[in-house]
Nanobody, 126 residues
Framework: QVELAESGGGLVQAGASLRLSCTAS????????VGWFRQAPGKQRELVAVSFNTVGTDYADSVKGRFIISRDNAVNTVFLQMNGLKPEDTATYYC????????????????????WGKGTLVTVSS
């Protein structure tokens, strides 16, 4: 069982930056695919960014060029640097992990991804 704990959410104005962090309990964190999803009120949970090996990443079109996912395996932590925030980025952001990459990360809802954090709220005001 992998436990994930997010932090770093908050209320910011449009154009600002935030960095989310997610720390995992798993010592073999480097073996896991990790990613960030978000869910806005009344909407499905959607993939924001995923890190699937030492250099492989993928992003939702809506955040490409603004968000960066990175990981520090030495401290079992994945980050989401969010720049140029927009009101439409307002959502609860969830960290997720799974031993496998693949289509499960792109499903809506992503029910086959194994491990989830409890989420951190990001609110962007206009």
């Amino acid at each position: 069982q992998v436990e994930l704990a997010e932090s770093g959410g908050g209320l910011v104005q449009a154009g600002a930056s935030l960095r989310l962090s997610c720390t995992a309990s798993e010592r073999t964190f480097a073996d896991y695919v990790v990613g960030w999803f978000r869910q806005a009120p009344g909407k499905q949970r959607e993939l924001v960014a995923v890190s699937f090996n030492t250099v492989g990443t993928d992003y939702a079109d809506s955040v490409k060029g603004r968000f960066i996912i990175s990981r520090d395996n030495a401290v079992n932590t994945v980050f989401l640097q969010m720049n140029g925030l927009k009101p439409e980025d307002t959502a609860t952001y969830y960290c997720a992990a799974d031993r496998l990459y693949g289509s499960k990360w792109y499903e809506t809802p992503p029910t086959r991804v194994d491990y989830w954090g409890k989420g951190t709220l990001v609110t962007v005001s206009s």
